[in-house]
């Protein structure tokens, strides 16, 4: 009795949805599919653009949702977590092909920057790990300001400054007693 009990309600549900329309179901269920969406990936932004996408899917595939097979918020899940699936798999490859990139340009712009340079400063920096290259180059290479270099690391003006201060340290180290 009790399996019936809980099948009923699913039933009915399913029989309501086919004879409610796509419309109706979307509505019903935006919020839950959007909820599932935030919560797989941790990213609202994300989320809402999926959670559109995914009822652009299910309307598209409408005519074939089976309501033996499951209720609306099921199938209507199981479009959004194929459609996280897909997305999750796009921007892997996304960040694979910028990493790969990335250590191209750098390898192309860390030998231009070699030009000049002592083999041994050559090294100590590449000692270095890539942010503090970084506010090495915005601070003593291009001559930013501290403030300036702040705001394009997205960090504090004292993070700044103990992260510049900490790399011509690491710097000093390598090379000895010659001044950086």
């Given at each position: 009795m009790n399996e019936v009990a809980t099948t009923l309600p699913a039933r009915a549900a399913?029989?309501?949805?086919?004879?409610r329309g796509?419309?109706?179901?979307?509505?019903?269920h935006l919020g839950d599919v959007f909820a599932y969406l935030l919560y797989m990936l941790g990213?609202?932004?994300a989320a809402e653009d999926l959670t559109g996408e995914t009822f652009?899917?299910?309307l598209k595939s409408w005519r074939?949702?089976?309501?033996?097979?499951?209720?609306?918020k099921t199938w209507l899940c199981q479009i959004a977590?194929?459609?996280?699936?897909?997305?999750?798999?796009?921007?892997?490859?996304?960040?694979?092909r910028e990493q790969a990139y990335a250590v191209r340009e750098t390898e192309e712009v860390s030998d231009r920057l070699a030009e000049g340079l002592s083999p041994e400063l050559e090294r100590?920096?590449?000692?270095?790990?890539a942010g503090e290259r970084e506010v090495i180059a915005l601070r003593v290479v291009l001559e930013l300001d501290t403030e300036a270099a702040a705001r394009l690391l997205r960090i504090s003006v004292?993070?700044?400054?103990?992260?510049?201060?900490?790399?011509?340290?690491?710097?000093?180290?390598?090379?000895?007693?010659t001044d950086v």
């Open positions: 399913r029989a309501s949805a086919e004879r796509f419309a109706a179901v979307a509505e019903d990213d609202r932004a652009e899917r299910a074939r949702y089976d309501s033996r097979r499951g209720t609306p977590r194929s459609t996280a699936l897909d997305h999750l798999r796009s921007e892997a490859r996304r960040r694979r100590a920096l590449r000692s270095l790990s004292t993070a700044c400054t103990t992260r510049l201060s900490r790399a011509l340290q690491k710097l000093q180290t390598s090379l000895g007693e």
